[in-house]
């Protein structure tokens, strides 16, 4: 059995600071809400053709069950819980952006009814929600430059550079 020679990569001060910073980003208020908004524009997604009334359009409904959970998982829920995940909330932007155009893609034109105007709406609107808080999200994990080169160039708990 062989002893490791170096210091093992939890302790590496890179990783440190990166943590202290994803714990510092997710304990602000601000933090919180946007995770709880983001869980709930998720949830609505999920459950909206049932709540709108286009659930008779069944690829749009299951499209947006599927996307609804993934959102609410990716941004609510995993999304900012670890160190670097941040980075998901890119992804959440383009199920975002998916989400406004998916009545025309999914749908086409079977989503020629009554109900069309709603299902439109509702995912326009939803959709533009879920964009702004995807993107803030994202903006919450490059905050004070901690990620990346940044933690880096302002010098470390170890007294590197």
Request: overall charge positive; proline content about 4%; glycine content about 10%.
């Amino acid at each position: 059995m062989t002893v490791p020679t170096s210091p093992r990569i939890e302790t590496h001060p890179d990783i440190l600071a990166l943590r202290a910073h994803s714990e510092e980003t997710t304990a602000t208020t601000a933090a919180q809400a946007v995770e709880a908004l983001a869980l709930l524009c998720g949830v609505y997604l999920a459950a909206s053709p049932w709540i709108v009334g286009f659930s008779f359009a069944t690829n749009l409904a299951i499209n947006n069950l599927i996307v609804g959970i993934a959102f609410a998982c990716l941004v609510g829920g995993f999304g900012s819980a670890y160190e670097r995940t941040h980075a998901m909330s890119w992804a959440a932007v383009g199920l975002a952006l998916w989400t406004i155009v998916s009545p025309w893609v999914v749908a086409g034109h079977a989503l020629v009814t009554a109900f069309a105007t709603r299902a439109v709406v509702s995912n326009v609107v939803i959709g533009a929600v879920c964009c702004l808080i995807a993107l803030a999200c994202a903006r919450m994990g490059l905050s004070k430059g901690a990620l990346g080169r940044g933690a880096l160039s302002r010098g470390t708990p170890g007294g590197r550079r």
